[in-house]
């Protein structure tokens, strides 16, 4: 499964982007907008925070506790629940906040403020994979749970520790941790989410594991059902209803997903040219990859590179 998980992770270029630590005084609502292939994270140092979500949960975090937001989505953080929030952008404008220290909010009283490290994660544009389809709408992890997970909670700890020091290197710290603690956190929350563990399993089944680890190694080799129920010693039928069940798709689709997926990461690392990659995908001409490439992401790969 670490192959697996480590090649997805790296192919949906999985980055910490920017991060912030907050000091804030109640009264305080703030609106965090939604953000298209990005994960949000928010880890309470001192006091307490309230998140609201879009669907109407509601999630009261008290020290130590983490929330991640790994699809992006809008939410609203305050220091209680029923406040008006204000914009996200409008905050930072009225606090002239300009990134550098503290986000601070109000001047109360500095032992009952909410002090925070927030951080925003990204994936590469088009990103996907039933992982990430798979991934509930928040991950919200208490001390008690950490304690339970000795790298999330040392990771976290870390986080912490570099946050508040502001020293050089500090941001490039938070950044490389806060993607370990993702992948952590994923990993401990398929405990509680059906829909992941379900995706973890497929990666884990002796047979269907197999058979993922086949279309990783080679994506360009010319797969098909049969090809792939042969190698794995399954029937056709067997293995493409328990890939379909375990996985969510159909064997084919993950394997033209996937060649596409990695013809993404190619385009953004900008080594090759299109033939090149059109190959490495597995496409017989330039031409079928731009096709299969603008149907899936609506622009040309050649569009694509110079966005």
């Known amino acids: 499964m670490s192959d697996i998980l480590s090649d997805v992770f790296e192919t949906i270029r999985l980055r910490g982007m920017l991060y912030f630590r907050t000091d804030y005084s109640p009264p305080w609502a703030i609106t965090v907008p939604a953000y298209e292939q990005a994960a949000r994270f928010h880890l309470v140092i001192q006091g307490r925070c309230h998140i609201g979500l879009a669907s109407g949960r509601s999630i009261n975090l008290g020290p130590g506790d983490l929330a991640l937001i790994p699809r992006g989505q809008q939410h609203v953080l305050a220091d209680s629940a029923g406040r008006t929030p204000a914009p996200l952008e409008r905050v930072v404008q009225e606090s002239g906040y300009n990134g550098k220290g503290a986000f601070v909010i109000g001047k109360g009283d500095p032992q009952a403020t909410t002090q925070m490290v927030c951080g925003h994660l990204g994936f590469s544009q088009g ?72 995706v973890m399993k497929a990666m884990t089944d002796f047979q269907i594991g197999r058979a993922l680890e086949l279309v990783h190694k080679a994506p360009e080799d010319p797969w098909s059902v049969d090809s792939l129920a042969k190698t794995i010693g399954m029937s056709r039928s067997r293995f493409a209803k328990r890939f379909t069940d375990l996985v969510g798709i159909a064997p084919m689709t993950y394997v033209s997903e996937w060649r596409l997926q990695k013809a993404l990461l190619r385009l953004n690392r900008k080594e090759v040219g299109i033939k090149e990659i059109a190959a490495q995908a597995g496409y017989q001409s330039a031409a079928a990859f731009s096709r299969a490439f603008s149907q899936r992401f609506g622009v040309p790969p050649t569009e694509y590179r110079s966005m």
Request: proline share 6%; aromatic share 4%; no cysteine.
């Open 127 to 198: 990103a996907d994979h039933p992982l990430l389809r798979a991934l509930p709408e928040v991950i919200v992890m208490t001390q008690a749970d950490r304690g339970r997970h000795p790298l999330l909670d040392e990771s976290l700890h870390l986080v912490a520790r570099r946050a508040f020091a502001d020293e050089l290197g500090a941001a490039a710290s938070i950044s490389r941790l806060s993607e370990v603690f993702f992948i952590e956190a994923v990993r401990v929350s398929m405990e509680h989410h059906a829909p992941l563990a379900q």
